[in-house]
């Protein structure tokens, strides 16, 4: 997992699902 600023500009946390997509982590997403 990564750290990086999303789009918003805040921290969020991003992660790579097994099919090379970028997910962001972020406590307003819901999984």
Known sequence: CQIKMSASGRPALFTQDPDGNII????HSRI
């Open 24 to 27: 962001e982590l972020s406590q």
